[in-house]
């Protein structure tokens, strides 16, 4: 398969990630989430392809719910800046009340949190890159089926598109040009380590 662009050059990359999906795929599948995002994007783009940009997406947590989550969320956010050519784009956590049904059939309200933002952050950027001809592949990091669209519509304008998941939604995996599993193999030698070398924590674990 060609690993250049339709004008000669290295095929140009560009990575759109679902940090929430992300990290509850990593967390419920691998069982661990400090993951190293330039060895991890570095793995996805390959030898002989340029990466453009990196583009991730995610919502604070509310610092008044756990303020120590909080800190640890912020300070992974952080971390990301060390990461050459990557983005961080913020939407928001919009707290919601819905109702559960207990084993003896009575109701509970209980408080959840929902994002807000952020998949119309992703979309639109993974559509107007496309539209610059600012890429050649997008590879969608992410699980879940509501990209299912975006991808076909970022193919029809002449773009590749790539899926990489943890076993996410079959119909986003079929929509994709090329499909990449996070499996343990693929993550291997991803964990950060502290300065003593040893795994580091993130604010997830």
Same mark, same amino acid.
């Given at each position: 398969? +060609?690993?250049y662009?339709?004008?000669g050059?290295?095929?140009?990359? /560009?990575i !759109?990630?679902?940090?929430?999906?992300?990290? $509850? +795929?990593?967390? $419920?599948?691998?069982?661990?989430?400090?993951?190293?995002?330039?060895? =991890?994007?570095?793995?996805?783009v390959?030898?002989q392809?340029?990466?453009?940009?990196?583009?991730?997406?995610?919502? @604070?947590?509310?610092?008044d719910?756990?303020?120590?989550? !909080?800190?640890? &969320?912020?300070?992974?956010?952080?971390s990301?800046?060390? *990461?050459p050519y990557l983005?961080?784009? =913020?939407?928001?956590?919009?707290?919601?009340? *819905?109702? &559960?049904?207990?084993p003896?059939?009575?109701?509970?309200?209980v @408080?959840?949190?929902?994002?807000?933002?952020?998949?119309?952050?992703?979309?639109?950027? /993974?559509? +107007?890159?496309?539209?610059? #001809?600012?890429?050649d592949?997008?590879?969608? *990091? %992410?699980?879940?089926?509501? =990209?299912?669209v975006?991808?076909?519509? *970022?193919?029809? /304008?002449?773009?590749?598109?790539?899926v990489?998941?943890?076993?996410? %939604?079959?119909?986003?995996?079929?929509?994709? #040009?090329?499909?990449?599993?996070?499996?343990?193999?693929f993550?291997?030698?991803? &964990? &950060?380590?502290d300065?003593?070398?040893? @795994?580091e924590k993130t604010?997830?674990?």
């Amino acid at each position: 398969m +060609s690993v250049y662009s339709p004008r000669g050059n290295a095929e140009r990359v /560009m990575i !759109f990630i679902d940090g929430n999906n992300l990290y $509850h +795929s990593l967390k $419920h599948v691998i069982g661990r989430t400090n993951l190293d995002f330039q060895r =991890f994007s570095d793995r996805l783009v390959g030898d002989q392809r340029q990466l453009i940009r990196v583009y991730y997406y995610n919502a @604070p947590l509310n610092r008044d719910d756990d303020e120590e989550k !909080f800190r640890l &969320q912020q300070s992974f956010f952080d971390s990301l800046d060390t *990461v050459p050519y990557l983005t961080k784009k =913020f939407g928001r956590l919009e707290k919601r009340v *819905v109702k &559960q049904t207990l084993p003896d059939g009575t109701f509970v309200s209980v @408080p959840t949190y929902v994002e807000k933002g952020v998949d119309t952050f992703l979309t639109i950027d /993974m559509l +107007s890159h496309a539209f610059k #001809d600012n890429y050649d592949t997008g590879i969608l *990091v %992410s699980g879940d089926e509501d =990209f299912t669209v975006l991808v076909d519509v *970022v193919k029809d /304008m002449g773009k590749h598109v790539e899926v990489a998941n943890l076993g996410g %939604s079959y119909n986003l995996r079929q929509s994709a #040009d090329k499909y990449v599993l996070i499996d343990r193999a693929f993550l291997d030698g991803f &964990q &950060q380590v502290d300065r003593n070398g040893k @795994p580091e924590k993130t604010w997830i674990d």
